[in-house]
């Protein structure tokens, strides 16, 4: 079974804070993804990472940053959390080639800016 | 652009209702089609991956069936326990092999006792 993990359920924090989202996946994926999701907006994609130390620009990438430095992890920063940045974050791996497509999504971190 | 729309918004059943969830696509070249649940603060569980018109997946109560512009999710006789929202995704030819999944709204069921 795939397993992607989040390393916060829940996290609150205020404005102006830099603020880490880790994601670990365990099936040795090479994408991996981060959206947002708010009602009424659905999922949006923030940025995505084909391989180690690449990163490309989702539909919304303002505000946020990314990092990957080894295959398994892949970290969104939030460089000045504003309130707007309130939202449920999800993690995303899929594997390349391989005939499959599939995305598999970690719980999610439910983040609030104050 | 590559568009998913999913109909209803919300759907309500009685227990042992069956019926179906409608998703719409537009996308330049379909490389695949997904659908996923998502329980209430939970990420989406994925369900299944159609490739080509005709093809149909089953799982437990669930169906999926598509033609070359929707995509509909059969429900055969649910319980309660398929309370859920249900989400559709698309996958373009020109997404690379980057796997970049275009998703709808989404369609939330309540199933009743």
Request: proline share 4%; glycine share 8%; charged share 25%.
């Amino acid at each position: 079974d795939v397993k992607v993990t989040q390393s916060s359920r829940y996290l609150v924090k205020r404005t102006g804070e830099k603020v880490f989202l880790e994601c670990v996946q365990d099936m040795d994926h090479e994408n991996m993804f981060w959206y947002r999701q708010d009602p009424g907006l659905g999922l949006r994609l923030i940025y995505f990472s084909y391989d180690v130390k690449m990163k490309e620009k989702g539909d919304i990438p303002e505000g946020y940053s990314v990092s990957r430095e080894k295959k398994e992890r892949f970290s969104l920063i939030l460089e000045s959390a504003s309130t707007n940045q309130t939202s449920m974050y999800l993690c995303a791996s899929s594997p390349r080639g391989q005939g499959r497509h599939e995305q598999y999504f970690g719980p999610g971190t439910r983040l609030t800016v104050t | 652009e590559d568009q998913v729309t999913q109909s209803p918004e919300a759907l309500r059943l009685q227990e042992g209702e069956s019926s179906s969830l409608n998703c719409s696509y537009t996308v330049s070249g379909l490389r695949g089609l997904f659908w996923y649940r998502q329980d209430p603060g939970k990420g989406p569980e994925f369900l299944f991956t159609l490739y080509s018109a005709g093809e149909e997946k089953e799982k437990e109560r669930l169906k999926a069936t598509l033609t070359k512009k929707e995509s509909f999710l059969h429900i055969t006789a649910p319980k309660p326990e398929d309370s859920a929202t249900y989400l559709c995704a698309v996958q373009g030819l020109f997404s690379g092999g980057y796997n970049k999944l275009i998703f709808g709204a989404g369609t939330r069921l309540a199933v009743h006792p």
